[in-house]
């Protein structure tokens, strides 16, 4: 990392340094800025929703509950899972990766529309205003969920604004999701076929989908819950004959695949990583693509497992049990393919794959819970328990978080042209794996012991269990801090990273880093497979300096 | 959508690209504005198989008139719209104008006659909330009737106004001449959601004035 090595300046024109001024950035079509403006703004709100959650944890050091009185725990939990799941979660992967890489991986210009991109991320900005007026002004303490009688009728809490700012912030994913869908249909460059696309892209398309058939419907029912708090109308309302049900039902046809907007996105990185630190072709690329969109079509008919205790019937129940099985089918697909890929490649563990690694055990262990979860009869027991805030953590935090913080690392080289300090890097991923493991691992047991979740207080017997948990977070907050200093850092003395520093097979490889606003100088012609390293020579000319020889196609 | 000085956006290889994103994009959108929609029609759904007695009567308290002249003149709209449409594509420039112009008129009239419709329910205590009353004993799921009668129709109006407003936008932007028999995307494409908008009517009309006529 001498001088020589790291000059201060990039020499050649490309997207950061074409223009300068804040009026460049805000009024920018380019959908690499737009995907760093989204990484500025959920960055942002990860910091103040993982705030709540620091709140949250210090609370249940004690079991009396140490800081604060019942009313205002209440608001900590929902604003913690306000914020991440629709203001970080949802548009992490999407909206920064997937906006900055989609239109370089098929080898576009830009997203079929650019201005419908800035757009949208304006619009998710004013609906995040919507609701940090919300936190701002006192909360909302309906949980995230915004359950009916409770957030129609009875909360006296900032329910309209929060619910108006996510009904806005839908729009921005919509958008996003229609954005990709089109572009990926209509911009792919000459030789771009569909099974030579990056799986990274067929997750975002199967993303996509989810975010076009779901979102309006989550969007729609907020928009009811607020018409009948401000206006009166009494569809969820059981006075009138309206269904308080019906809230769930729509409620979950929606934010159960968000769950997949979540998670496939992180598959997508996730197969990038394995396949390019394992050096070798994709395990079955055709059913790792079908799988993405096998889980987002199967997603779409689960959301009843969300209810079992609810008073649907015993019918339904069974078959939403059932079908929430088949998801762990192509999911599963995923995770043995990924093994296969690993399975007598040249793995080398450098940072990224360090997250792509603990993405799958993380995940693995999350979609085992879920299975438990889906289990009619297991569910009844540990049904709103800590059980289910261990499951989906493994797999939001566990897996997409990971997959967000990988793919942030793996194409760091190539969004700001310098390499980030490896020594740092390895150890921000330890610390990370350490600490979530001891922050939710514990709450496995506390749920199957029989602590139920959103509580402000529990019994004395749980505490060490809860100090072990609040210990893990303590340690998570250092692990997502360290990234947010060593990256920023790095943006200005990292080493030069050249174009392809890993070396991966991508179509964004091929272009300079940062690439250049037009992305690329001619348009790319596709002649070869995804991660096809046996037979790409040049990989090894780009990758000089690293030692690290392609796997011999022995297999 | 629609471009000022030349049709092709730099980052588009031709025109034809260009066409296929936007036709492609509007349909989309219009898949999503159906699952929008979708949850009001689900809850009208439950509503009324869990009250059908109810609901027939409540719809008897609608306007059937004004909402058939209504469904009529958006019918109408339609096929003015998809004139509109074929103008553009001919390149006939005064033609199209003049669609366009009677569109948003139709438009303008259907929001009026919604209009009338809003306030004769206001002034019959029809409206959901503290002041509503309804004869009868079935007040309670009458009132969810038109909690949904408000939401689905208030939903399809604010359509409207928006593809009024939309219409206004093609108008001027047409008599500025930026349509031409090769480029005429942006007024497909707004007759796309305007067909949209209708048909969201056609179902809304029978499911909500109709259900209890036959009797």
């Known amino acids: ?555 | 959508m629609p471009e000022g000085r030349s049709a092709l956006v730099e980052h588009f290889r031709d025109l034809e690209q260009q066409r296929e994103a936007s036709s492609l994009g509007m349909w989309i959108f219009l898949v999503t504005e159906i699952m929008f929609f979708g949850g009001l029609f689900l809850a009208y759904t439950v509503g009324r198989s869990g009250y059908p007695a109810a609901f027939g009567e409540a719809s008897r308290h609608l306007d059937v008139a004004l909402g058939g002249i209504n469904t009529g003149v958006l019918i109408v709209s339609s096929l003015t719209m998809a004139l509109a449409v074929w103008a553009s594509q001919t390149g006939k420039r005064k033609m199209l104008l003049g669609y366009l112009g009677l569109t948003l008129l139709l438009g303008l009239t259907f929001l009026t006659l919604k209009g009338v419709e809003y306030a004769d329910k206001f002034h019959h205590h029809l409206v959901p909330g503290s002041a509503f009353s309804f004869p009868g004993a079935a007040a309670r799921p009458a009132e969810l009737f038109f909690s949904l009668y408000f939401a689905m129709t208030g939903l399809h109006a604010l359509h409207m106004v928006i593809g009024v407003g939309v219409l206004a936008f093609l108008f001027r932007q047409a008599r500025r001449g930026r349509y031409t028999a090769q480029y005429y995307t942006p007024v497909e494409m707004s007759g796309l959601y305007w067909h949209f908008v209708d048909i969201i009517w056609i179902f809304l009309f029978p499911l909500l004035y109709l259900i209890d006529r036959h009797r």
């Open chain 1, 1 to 555: 990392m001498s001088a020589a090595t790291s000059p201060r300046v990039l020499g050649h024109e490309n997207y950061l340094n074409v223009s300068y001024g804040v009026k460049s950035w805000l009024l920018t079509t380019d959908h690499k800025r737009i995907g760093l403006l989204y990484l500025a703004s959920i960055t942002l709100y990860f910091f103040l929703g993982g705030a709540f959650a620091v709140l949250i944890r210090l609370h249940l050091l004690t079991p009396e509950g140490a800081l604060v009185q019942a009313e205002t725990y209440n608001k900590f939990f929902t604003m913690h899972g306000i914020i991440m799941v629709f203001f970080f979660l949802i548009p992490s992967i999407p909206a920064v990766l997937g906006n900055f890489l989609i239109p370089l991986m098929i080898g576009a210009r830009d997203l079929a529309f650019p201005r419908l991109n800035l757009a949208s991320w304006y619009i998710f900005n004013l609906g995040a205003l919507f609701t940090l007026y919300a936190v701002a002004s006192g909360g909302v303490d309906t949980g995230w969920t915004f359950y009916t009688p409770y957030s129609s009728l009875y909360s006296n809490s900032h329910v309209v604004a929060a619910a108006l700012g996510i009904f806005i912030a839908g729009f921005s994913s919509i958008l996003t999701g229609l954005n990709f869908i089109v572009t990926i249909h209509t911009m792919r460059a000459p030789g771009m076929t569909w099974f030579r696309l990056p799986i990274f892209v067929w997750a975002h398309y199967a993303t996509s989908i989810i975010f076009v058939l779901g979102t309006p419907v989550l969007a729609i029912t907020l928009g009811l819950v607020a018409l009948e708090r401000v206006f009166h109308i009494g569809i969820f309302n059981p006075a009138l004959g309206g269904d308080p049900l019906l809230f769930q039902h729509l409620f979950w046809f929606y934010s159960h695949p968000a769950v997949y907007i979540m998670v496939l996105p992180a598959m997508g990185v996730t197969t990038e990583l394995i396949a390019t630190f394992s050096r070798k072709s994709l395990f079955g690329y055709h059913f790792v693509a079908a799988a993405s969109l096998g889980i987002a079509v199967i997603g779409f008919l689960v959301w009843g497992h969300h209810m079992f205790v609810a008073g649907q019937s015993i019918y339904a129940a069974m078959v939403f049990s059932i079908l929430s099985y088949l998801v762990a089918i192509p999911s599963a697909v995923k995770v043995f393919n990924w093994t296969a890929t690993l399975y007598k490649g040249s793995v080398s563990y450098q940072t990224p794959m360090l997250y792509g690694m603990g993405f799958i055990g993380l995940f693995v262990i999350g979609g085992l819970t879920g299975l438990f979860l889906a289990a009619l009869g297991v569910d009844v027991h540990v049904h709103d328990t800590y059980f289910v805030v261990a499951h989906f953590h493994y797999i939001m935090v566990g897996g997409a978080v990971m997959g967000y913080l990988g793919g942030l690392h793996y194409w760091w080289p190539k969004i700001s042209g310098r390499l980030y300090p490896e020594g740092w890097a390895k150890l921000a991923a330890l610390i990370l794996f350490v600490g979530f493991n001891l922050t939710f691992f514990p709450q496995f047991i506390l749920g199957y012991l029989g602590m139920p979740r959103r509580y402000h207080a529990y019994p004395a017997e749980f505490q060490v269990l809860n100090v072990m948990s609040s210990a893990g977070a303590s340690i998570l907050g250092v692990g997502y801090l360290l990234p947010m200093v060593y990256l920023i850092w790095s943006m200005r003395y990292g080493p030069i990273a050249g174009p392809n520093p890993w070396p991966a097979t991508g179509l964004e490889w091929q272009t300079p880093s940062p690439p250049p606003p037009e992305n690329f100088a001619r348009t790319p012609v596709v002649t070869w497979e995804a991660y096809d390293f046996a037979s790409r020579k040049d990989l090894r000319l780009a990758g000089a300096g690293l030692e690290r020889l392609p796997a011999e196609p022995q297999d």
